[in-house]
């Protein structure tokens, strides 16, 4: 696999191309199949789904609440995300499909328990998307697997990216990558801030650095190879007019197919290009200067509110808790909640703490519960 050669510094000038399907293929296997085939033929290295167990992803009023969308395939979240979920016997016909047109095939594992499951289909590497980059215990335990990880950093701190990294050190594993990703749909230029790919390149400068994006068009991805990434990954859609959430900001066969050509042609070293070669390089305008603009941090953004607010983990309760008990590792998980409670990235920080509350089952921990 082409990854296992990047994320083992064997191949400076070459790209892995990842077509995010996600949820695109409406619930359809027929579409899924379609999707597959077409990114194939369009040059990608990878079909990348998305794999959530719900009830482990989501607590129960997250699942329960009313989604008002044009996007919605059920009238609750719970019913819509039910709609979009491929089961195990779908998931085996997919990759069995993608390894006939010799195309790798895996999901991003959006909770421990899709994590496991994806280990027993045997996929090639992991992803773990932006929602659970500050998921400590589920990159802790894909940490300790031998399969590559990459990781996207949409709606993280740095300091966030630094305890990634530092997770994956401790448990002395290497062959993972960082994705610089900004997560809102479509991201406009100007909130692009491709130089995070620089910044994570010095920062971590053992660490491969990929562009997972949700931009208009492909000019800026082209931008992020420039800079340095070396791992590209971008929505795939038959159709961007579709219904669903994800469709606009998604590349049609075409596109992807002219994006991957041109990565293919880029004369790329271990150097990367300075902002104003690129926009040469690229024949760019405006909105590219506004993509590569100077970065001096990262931080998360404005524009990723709406995403954090629907998809950001907090930590919740794994029983009934009483008031004045001690949290332990077993009273907590990491969910989306409903409202939302402590961020996920706190979990480790609050063991010991003592509860002024008392807080059910399933149901939001909140700093205000707490005694810090
Ligand atoms: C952060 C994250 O997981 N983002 C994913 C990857 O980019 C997205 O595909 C979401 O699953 C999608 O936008 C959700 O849409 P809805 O809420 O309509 O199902
Ligand atoms: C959320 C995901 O990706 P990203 O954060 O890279 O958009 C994902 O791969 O499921």
């Not at 990294?165 to 997560?183: D, P, R, T, Y």
């Not at 990954?233 to 469709?247: A, I, P, V, Y």
Request: glycine letters at 6%; one cysteine or more; aromatic letters at 6%.
């Amino acid at each position: 696999m082409l990854l296992n050669k990047i994320l083992n510094g064997f191949q400076d000038e070459a790209v892995y191309i990842i077509a995010e399907i996600g949820q695109n293929h409406q619930g359809s296997l027929a579409t899924a199949k379609q999707m597959i085939s077409e990114a194939k033929k369009a040059g990608c290295h990878c079909v990348k789904f998305q794999k959530s167990d719900l009830p482990a992803k989501f607590t129960r009023s997250a699942l329960e609440r009313k989604y008002v969308s044009d996007h919605a395939w059920g009238k609750t979240y719970g019913e819509h995300k039910e709609y979009l979920e491929f089961s195990k016997d779908q998931y085996l016909e997919l990759q069995a499909y993608s390894r006939e047109l010799n195309v790798d095939f895996t999901a991003s594992a959006m909770d421990e328990r899709s994590l496991d499951f994806l280990l027993e289909l045997n996929v090639p590497f992991i992803k773990i998307g932006s929602g659970d980059a500050n998921n400590f215990p589920l990159l802790k335990k894909a940490a300790g697997l031998d399969l590559p990880l990459v990781i996207s950093t949409g709606m993280q701190t740095m300091t966030t990216v630094e305890r990634i990294v530092q997770i994956m050190e401790e448990a002395g594993k290497h062959n993972f990558a960082l994705m610089h990703c900004v997560s809102s749909y479509p991201t406009l230029p100007k909130d692009c801030q491709l130089q995070t790919i620089s910044l994570l390149r010095q920062r971590f400068p053992s660490v491969v650095i990929g562009y997972s994006g949700h931009e208009l068009g492909i000019s800026i991805s082209k931008a992020a190879v420039l800079l340095g990434a070396r791992i590209v990954e971008r929505h795939f859609t038959l159709d961007k007019n579709q219904k669903g959430s994800d469709h606009r900001c998604s590349l049609e066969p075409t596109e992807l197919r002219t994006l991957s050509r041109a990565i293919g042609d880029f004369k790329l070293g271990k150097k990367p290009l300075a902002a104003s070669e690129i926009i040469r390089t690229l024949n760019g305008g405006n909105e590219l200067a506004e993509a590569l603009r100077d970065v001096h941090d990262k931080d998360i953004m404005l524009c990723e509110l709406p995403c954090r607010n629907k998809l950001g983990k907090s930590i919740v309760a794994t029983r009934n808790l009483s008031k004045g008990h001690r949290l332990q590792l077993n009273d907590l998980a990491i969910k989306v909640s409903e409202p939302r409670g402590l961020t996920a990235e706190t979990y480790w920080d609050i063991l010991g703490k003592e509860l002024t509350d008392s807080v059910c089952e399933d149901e939001p921990i909140t700093g205000s519960m707490l005694i810090l």
